[in-house]
């Protein structure tokens, strides 16, 4: 059973700061990775996509990362802004016959100070 | 649609009642999902809907949930003698089929739930 952590559960930091939110999951047959904000009673929006041929995929001040092998992913944001302030989620999208089944992460609770 | 619409926003209902949650994908889009998330909980997998194949419906959490989708539109989420227990935000998303997509999920804002 695929299960994916993230870590930290929550960030704290100073207006400009380049910061990195880490995903890690357990099986690495996965047909792709997705990251998401989601803004307090909001939906989630999606940032950056990654198939699990790619290593990275960038957009704008984002830039996210795959190492499937080793179930990792990391999510970097640069020059970070009191706008970013949100919870990350990762998800990930299993390989084969069933490959509709998406595994979520309990998300990264990120606050931007001004 | 330009991106997924879910309506109503918010819906307060009395324990017992029931209540009818209403997701419209983005046209073109096959694959239907419905997720629970409850106040500071992660995404709870409900169903997932694939054109006109039979949906899973392995996460609904009882048989007072129900969902149908009319080929590949509008789909209605039926919660039936609402419990407070429901009380979380029901989100919507749906996405290209995989295999020649990306796979790219797209959500919509979500249909608050209260049950007093």
């Known amino acids: 059973k695929q299960e994916v952590t993230q870590i930290p559960a929550a960030l704290s930091v100073p207006e400009g700061e380049n910061l990195v939110l880490n995903c890690s999951f357990t099986?690495?047959?996965?047909?792709?990775l997705q990251w998401f904000r989601q803004d307090p009673g909001k939906g989630l929006t999606s940032l950056l996509l990654?198939?699990?041929?790619?290593r990275e995929q960038t957009s704008g001040r984002l830039n996210a990362s795959l190492d499937k092998s080793s179930g990792r992913s990391t999510l970097y944001i640069a020059a970070s802004q009191p706008g970013d302030s949100a919870t990350y989620l990762c998800a990930v999208r299993r390989s084969g016959g069933s490959n509709y089944k998406l595994t979520f992460g309990k998300g990264t609770l990120l606050t931007v100070n001004p | 649609g330009a991106g997924v619409s879910q309506s109503p926003s918010n819906k307060v209902t009395e324990k017992g009642k029931d209540v009818e949650l209403r997701c419209d994908p983005i046209?073109?889009?096959?694959?239907l999902y419905w997720y629970r998330q409850r106040l500071g909980q992660g995404l709870e997998f409900l169903i997932y809907f694939q054109g006109n194949s039979a949906p899973d419906k392995s996460g609904l959490p009882s048989d007072r949930f129900s969902a149908e989708r009319t080929g590949e539109s509008v789909s209605t989420l039926t919660i039936q003698r609402t419990q407070q227990e429901d009380s979380a935000v029901y989100l919507c998303?749906?996405?290209?089929?995989?295999?020649?997509?990306?796979?790219?999920?797209?959500f919509g804002e979500g249909s608050r739930l209260t049950v007093l």
């Open positions: 046209s073109g889009h096959t694959a």
């Open positions: 990654i198939q699990s041929s790619q």
């Open positions: 998303a749906s996405s290209l089929r995989t295999g020649a997509n990306t796979g790219e999920l797209f």
């Open positions: 099986d690495s047959a996965i047909y792709n």
